[in-house]
Structures are given as C-alpha cells and as structure tokens.
C-alpha cells in the first residue's frame, strides 16, 4: 500500500511535468520562439521584481494567517516557519490534482515540529474557507465589470469553479464546526503519516482521538474570536490583491499602460476563480488558455505568448521550483527528538 501511495505521487508529478510540456507545446505553437526572447529580453525589469516580491508576499501573508490561528490555539511557531509551511503547502498543491496534497503535507510537516495535530488541522481549514470566501466574493465581484471578456466556454467554467468553490466553502465551514468530519480529516492526516512510514501508528490512535477533542474545544474558542476571524478575511483580501496584481506588474513589465491596476487586478480575479476549478495540477494548460482568451483585447497577438510565459513564469512556475527546494532542504534536515508530549513524532 505505501508504495503504491508513492507511486501515485511520482505518477502525478510526472503527469505535471507533461503538462507543462504540453502546455509550452500548445502555447508556442508556430510562434518564434527567438521574437519571443526578444521580447522577453526587452522586459522593464523592475516591474517584474516587483511581481517575483508580490508573489512572494501571498506566501508571507498566508504565513501570517497560519501563524495568527496557531498563536491563538497556544501553538510556539516561529514566523519562519510558518513561511515553510506556506511554501511546502504550494508545492504539494501544484503538483497534485485539485490541490489535495496541500493541507495534508502542511500538517505532517506541523506535526514534526511539535505542532499538535488537531491545532494544524483547524488552523488550515479557517485559513482555507478564508480564502475560499475571498475569492468566491472578489470573483463574483469583478464579474459585473468584466464579463464581456468571457466566451461561452468561460463563463461554463467560471460558473462550474464557482461551484465547486462554494462546495469547498461549505465543506470547510462544517469541518471547523463539526466533530464527526473533524475526525475523518485527522483520519486522512493518520493515512499521511503511514505513507512516511511512521512506526506504531495504531499506538497514536489513542492520542489523536484526545487531539481531535482538544479541537473541538479549540473550534469553539475561535468561535468566540470574531476579531480574529475578520483579522484573518482582511489578510486573505490583502493576500489575494497582491496575487492578482502580479498580472498588472507584467502588464507593465511588456510597456503597456492603457489599463488600470484596478481593471488588471479585477480581469485576474475573474480567471483564477473560472480555473481554481479545474482538477489538473496547478490547473497547468487550462490557466494560460484562460488568460489568452480573458486578455486578448489587451495584448496585441504577436505579444500574448509571452506575457503568458512570464505572468505563469513569476506567479506559479519560479515558486514551485523554489518552493520544490524548500521541501527537499527541509525534508533532509535533522528531525524532532521523540520527547514530543504532544504525541510521538516522525
């Protein structure tokens, strides 16, 4: 079984690289790729910094959301960790289908810091329906000024990732609340930890069912933390700007000013909510067919390749390379002593 749990994660790794291959195919067709260079070349480079440190700072403030619950629920994690956590989260859910290999790695790699199970747990479900309700809302938002840009294929898509956001929306809010889903999630992240392997697994039973009554305590001390939660909804707003804006950044980058960072941002928010349902890893192929199609009335033809190479390049492709040697560095490093009191650890 373990290692057919391995084989499923090398299969989905190589189905993303495929991907992206066939992607770069698609995408460059019968284009120059020497005037696509060129073009490249020719970028303002301190447009594109900005873009690299904006993408930087979506993982910071999902860090900071992370860091804010744990806090909250006596958890001693450090600021730096909380970014690993943040970055090993977006790798995982890159290369896995639907992002389902986020969360579940984020609280195996939690629970070799010492961080309670059912604490991680609950801490990345509040930061998750956080994110889910601001992109549902700035998606709907954006929407009524941008839907001239959507073909009927779009606007089924858009209509299906709205769906199934709202789905994911409703799940994680009954999770938070609800003790009997509560333990089907520590269950998963049980399976998680056997997949690395994790000796006298049967042993910790006990103790994670003592966790999982220590999260709902936990589910309903936030419950009685309403200024936290909203803390956290204007992060995840913050967050989610600054994301979208990486779009305006290339925009600019490529020398173009007609549209606003307002419109820019707005047009991104409509196409990551029509691609977030996609199940494909890190929706590769489908997102930068979107983008081509959502942006063609504001880069000419002969420039659309390109800006698709570098928006995906600084928002997704640089951050799961630098995110993939973040995983290995740290999966390498010396791990906890087995003092853990929280329960044994890897």
């Known amino acids: 079984m373990e290692n057919k749990k391995k084989s499923n994660l090398l299969i989905s790794f190589i189905f993303f690289v495929l991907l992206i291959a066939l992607t770069f195919k698609i995408l460059l067709g019968d284009e120059n790729v020497f005037h696509i260079f060129k073009i490249l070349k020719s970028v303002k480079i301190q447009f594109v910094v900005i873009g690299i440190f904006s993408m930087f700072l979506y993982l910071v403030l999902e860090a900071v959301n992370m860091g ?22 977006f790798f995982f859910s890159s290369i896995t289908p639907a992002a389902s290999g986020g969360q579940p790695m984020q609280i195996y790699y939690m629970y070799r810091d010492k961080i309670s199970v059912a604490n991680s747990t609950l ?3 509040i930061n998750l329906s956080s ?8 998606a709907l938002i954006s929407l009524l000024f941008n839907y001239q840009y959507l073909n009927a294929v779009l606007i089924i898509c858009f209509i299906v990732g709205i769906l199934l956001n709202s789905s994911a929306l409703t799940l994680l809010i009954i999770g938070i609340f609800s003790k009997k889903l509560s333990a089907g999630l520590i269950g998963f992240a049980l399976k998680v930890l056997k997949f690395f392997r994790v000796k ?7 103790k994670f069912e003592k966790e999982l009554e220590k999260y709902q305590s936990s589910a309903l001390y936030i419950k009685e933390n309403k200024k936290m939660i ?14 979208y804006s990486i779009t305006y950044w290339v925009y600019r980058a490529l020398d173009f000013n007609k549209y606003n960072i307002i419109q820019i941002i707005t047009m991104q928010s409509v196409l990551f909510a029509t691609v977030s349902g996609i199940p494909s890893p890190g929706a590769v192929g489908v997102s930068e067919g979107a983008f081509t199609e959502i942006f063609r009335n504001v880069y000419p033809k002969n420039i659309m390749s390109s800006a698709v190479l570098l928006n995906r390049g600084i928002n997704f492709y640089l951050y799961v390379l630098i995110c993939a040697i973040v995983t290995i560095i740290n999966h390498f490093v010396k791990r906890t002593p087995k003092n853990f009191t929280k329960g044994e650890v890897v």
């Open 200 to 206: 006298n697994l049967d042993d910790k039973k006990e």
């Open 230 to 243: 909203i803390k956290i909804l204007f992060t995840t707003l913050i967050q989610f700007t600054i994301y």
């Open 68 to 89: 804010r619950t744990l806090k909250k629920l006596g958890e001693s994690s450090t600021f730096f960790r909380n970014i690993k956590y943040s970055f090993i989260g």
């Open 123 to 125: 801490a990345l479900l």
């Open 131 to 138: 994110m889910q309700i601001i992109t549902i809302s700035f």
